[in-house]
């Protein structure tokens, strides 16, 4: 039996670092296409390339888009640090990026492993949604595609209210990949909430006797602080959800099939991912909304990850 190949379009960021220490632990990791989203491009190819040399992985990092396809939107430098990685002081990987820009490596590899890869988009969707300009066939040679992005009942994460980060920074990128990608696992921001992480225990993790574990302590104790500050009860990670879900797709306990849609304008509601949980629009569902996955299973891929298990 064959491992499975992934490829990780990623925008790192804290919890895409655990995400990506996951996928690694596990799976073939065909590339990781790197997009701004969490910090500028500048830091996300630089804490990609941190994070393979620290795995002792050969996953090449391709640079991708420095900004959404139309209007300019903020960072979340506030929750991830000014690098993304905690502003914990890493001496800088000695590993040098590739040449090829994501979105003709997304193309390429697309082509060169047809059928074969699962595409797990951890950022806002701007390499993705360009590569699908270029090839609108490009869902056809993709086994599966896994999207963390989106809160599927309006109550988002960003100062649009109904809005989730990802989706809100590039709203147009969002509505080309939803209106084009015939079917995809939407893992938001809402299942992100129903499945926090108890700090303690977290922390606990952390404690374990690896490079992982101590590296990922580095990098989040400032978010685990900052998470404390907002006063949440439980410690989230997005994209480590997301990619438990690509990894280990019958962890999923509930989901449903709906189709969703992009709002693209409002003050308050730019960036909202719109379900029509009724079927109103007579549209084909083109998300299997994750809705609660196996917590057990989830809280112990995190830990193999870290080598705490």
Request: glycine letters at 8%; aromatic letters at 6%; charged letters at 20%.
């Amino acid at each position: 039996m064959h491992a499975l190949r992934l490829l990780i379009d990623t925008d790192p960021g804290v919890d895409d670092a655990l995400a990506i220490l996951m996928a690694h632990h596990v799976a073939e990791v065909a590339g990781l296409t790197i997009a701004a989203g969490n910090v500028g491009l500048g830091h996300t190819v630089a804490n990609a390339l941190k994070l393979v040399e620290l795995i002792g992985a050969d996953t090449p990092v391709y640079p991708g888009c420095a900004t959404p396809l139309v209007l300019p939107a903020a960072d979340a430098a506030f929750v991830h640090g000014e690098d993304g990685f905690g502003d914990a002081g890493l001496t800088p990987s000695s590993r040098r990026a590739a040449d090829e820009h994501a979105v003709m490596a997304l193309l390429r590899l697309s082509r060169e492993f047809p059928g074969q890869l699962t595409l797990v988009a951890l950022g806002p969707l701007t390499n993705l949604a360009l590569a699908l300009r270029i090839d609108p066939e490009l869902p056809s040679r993709f086994a599966r595609l896994v999207i963390m992005g989106g809160a599927v009942n309006g109550r988002g994460n960003t100062h649009r209210v109904p809005a989730e980060f990802n989706i809100g920074f590039d709203p147009e990128a969002a509505h080309i990949v939803f209106s084009n990608w015939p079917k995809f696992d939407l893992v938001d921001w809402e299942a992100t909430v129903r499945h926090g992480l108890d700090y303690a225990e977290f922390a606990r993790w952390l404690q374990a006797d690896s490079p992982r574990a101590r590296f990922y302590d580095a990098i989040s104790r400032r978010t685990c602080d900052w998470a404390r500050q907002q006063g949440r009860a439980r410690l989230f990670s997005a994209d480590a959800l997301a990619m438990a879900v690509a990894l280990e797709p019958d962890i999923v306990s509930e989901a449903r099939e709906c189709h969703v849609g992009i709002e693209l304008d409002g003050a308050l509601t730019r960036g909202a991912t719109v379900v029509d949980w009724e079927g109103r629009l007579q549209q084909p569902a083109n998300a299997r909304i994750i809705l609660g996955v196996d917590q057990a299973r989830f809280e112990a891929r995190i830990k193999a990850a870290l080598a705490a298990a």
